[in-house]
């Protein structure tokens, strides 16, 4: 069996060998990053049968797990793992050739470091060890924000990193309290010991972590940082940050209050919350003129959706979010890079400007269309099965109060419907001006979004391909005693 | 009084927190508020300390002759510390290069002044 500690090691090591290469020719260090995200993808494909058959528990420096760190690689952390690596290395793809701003080695490797954190986050079993890889990746995406050193990033990245460091150290203090109760870090071992402490301080806590965590994922009250950041980012970093790293605050959330905490009671809230995103998310978007600010909003809305779908606490509703995860990095990750190509070849990202481009770029015209048909929810998509899903789910429930979250979410979607479509519309039946020199895109930036375009609509027909992977990962959430069984063994 | 003597660092501690959340909420000026950004980290250090803090035992180093588990206290906060101090630094020393950037394009740190992007 493949050790899992090599899905971290791998990016991280390559991620400081590129100032090493750099030494020896300028060229090699863009295709550094591709490399180690195919063995991560490699490795990621051999795990996953193994994992579905027998979760592994690594324990690193040889003690046994309440002692030492150890990371739990259980289906939940695999099928994360396997998004993060293949968008990952499909977003590195794009960026070889995307990203011409010097020092592009700076950029390779804060790319992967910010690989590392996500793989870290949720491969990990102990919670101070989370909260280290949590950093990693907060670190290096407030410097990849900034990236492009222009007013907007700067501006964008210094109101991320104040937001995101306020939120870091918020769940470092529920880190602290939770030490303080019950003296040990691994989270198995918490989660086994949580009811033996007082509710009130167990509440403080969970409300430190959980509004930690709630910032990077953006829930509606903490998300002022978002549409700032994701639409001043390069946009192959856009297409990382809403498809990769607000899932990892997600992730989070729901390890929080699933495994750790077990705290079935605040799920009625987290799904009104999830809902409340999705509104104010959908409704800012509708407004927008800027293309990537309109997406970054829609990002928004969709981890209201899926923060919403994981509230719901049935089977089928964790199974529905972590499909909606799937669907949604798919998408968003083909949009961002199609829009951040267009933006490229027309110089303006407003989308008056977009016009006509159907004719001229039809590739990359037909992958934003496929990406925001996804997001929608129309068949044959992989979207339609996530949001029908969270839908049945959600009407399953049986509680009026969930009636009514369904109405609401399905408004909606009707008003995300309204300005993709509007997107779309501009792009085919609009007479372009200053569309004349526009050539479609070529070379490496092509193959990623060809990828990402087969790969919703494979899952769109066929979402058996993925299934059995995300029921494991859904029982794993709802599970908590299996989980605590794979750590510290017996029961 | 003997109440307030066990929990002085937490006290300490949880004020050098509400100080910086204070600062970064009110202030106007960026350095300020990277200021008040270092105060909650070492607000949370001092709170890590305090947790594992036990009165009249000693630093939890074995080579010195006299020590043992009984007379130590906690060491795992004092590593914890360590590493969030690590990581504090470098989230500092991120903020004052973005700092600069943003003083270069804007020409002022005051925040209510910078309105490059709007909400």
């Known amino acids: 069996m493949v050790n899992p500690s090599l899905l971290i090691a791998v990016p991280l090591a390559f991620a400081f060998s590129i100032p090493l290469f750099g030494l020896v020719s300028k060229k090699i260090g863009k295709y550094i990053p591709v490399v180690a995200l195919l063995i991560n993808v490699g490795i990621s494909f051999i795990l996953i049968p193994q994992i579905l058959k027998k979760p592994a528990v690594v324990s690193i420096g040889g003690w046994s797990p309440p002692f030492c760190i150890n990371l739990v690689v259980g289906p939940l952390g695999v099928f994360l793992v396997t998004l993060i690596s293949s968008i990952g290395l499909l977003v590195a793809i794009y960026a070889i050739s995307y990203i011409k701003e010097e020092p592009t080695e700076k950029y390779h490797m804060l790319f992967l470091l910010l690989i590392t954190g996500a793989t870290g986050i949720v491969l990990t079993g102990d919670i101070f060890n989370l909260f280290v890889f949590f950093e990693i990746l907060c670190i290096s995406s407030y410097a990849l924000v900034a990236y492009n050193k222009d007013k907007e990033g700067t501006e964008a990245a210094m109101k991320y990193l104040i937001q995101g460091s306020v939120g870091s150290s918020f769940v470092l203090i529920g880190i602290a309290l939770l030490y303080g109760m019950f003296g040990t870090l691994n989270m198995a071992d918490i989660a086994s010991r949580v009811t033996s402490a007082d509710p009130t301080f167990l509440f403080i806590s969970l409300a430190f972590l959980i509004t930690g965590f709630g910032i990077e994922a953006a829930v509606f009250p903490l998300n002022a940082w978002l549409p700032d950041a994701h639409s001043s980012a390069p946009s192959s970093i856009s297409a990382i940050l809403s498809g990769i790293a607000i899932k990892t605050g997600v992730y989070g959330v729901a390890r929080m209050i699933y495994t750790i905490f077990n705290a079935d009671g605040i799920l009625t809230f987290i799904a009104f919350l999830g809902l409340l995103t999705l509104l104010i998310g959908e409704m800012s978007a509708f407004r927008q003129n800027d293309i990537k600010r309109l997406l970054a909003y829609s990002s928004i809305g969709q981890i209201g959706l899926i923060v919403f779908a994981l509230g719901i606490a049935t089977s089928l509703g964790v199974f529905a979010g972590l499909f909606q995860i799937v669907s949604h990095a798919l998408a968003k990750a083909l949009l961002f890079l199609a829009a951040g190509y267009m933006i490229y070849r027309v110089g303006s990202k407003s989308i008056d400007s977009l016009s006509g481009l159907g004719r001229k770029m039809p590739l990359t015209s037909f992958a934003f269309t496929i990406g925001s048909f996804s997001l929608i929810g129309l068949p044959p998509f992989a979207g339609f099965i996530s949001k029908f899903s969270i839908v049945y789910a959600a009407i399953q429930v049986k509680k009026p109060i969930f009636l009514v979250f369904v109405v609401i979410a399905l408004i909606a979607t009707v008003i995300e419907a309204g300005y993709f479509f509007k997107v779309v519309q501009n792009l085919y039946f609009k007479e372009g001006k200053n569309v004349d020199n526009v050539t479609e895109t070529s070379g490496y930036i092509i193959v990623p979004m060809i990828i990402l375009v087969i790969s919703i609509i494979v899952i769109g027909i066929h979402p058996q391909f993925i299934t059995g992977l995300l029921k494991g990962a859904a029982g794993e959430l709802l599970g908590r005693t299996g989980y605590i069984g794979w750590v510290l063994g017996g029961s | ?119």
Do not use: E
């Open chain 2, 1 to 119: 009084m003997s109440g307030i003597y066990n929990w002085m660092y937490y006290i300490a501690s949880g004020g050098l927190i509400l100080i910086g959340l204070y600062i970064v909420l009110v202030k106007t000026n960026l350095i300020k508020i990277v200021i008040g950004l270092n105060f909650i980290d070492t607000g949370i250090n001092i709170l890590l300390i305090c947790i594992g803090y036990v009165r009249g035992r000693t630093a939890p180093i074995f080579s010195r002759p006299g020590i043992s588990p009984a007379n130590v206290v906690d060491p795992v906060p004092q590593a914890l510390v360590l590493t969030a101090i690590v990581i504090g630094v470098a989230v500092l020393a991120l903020a004052l290069s973005i700092v600069i950037k943003v003083y270069q394009h804007n020409k002022t740190l005051n925040v209510t002044k910078i309105k490059g992007l709007k909400w």
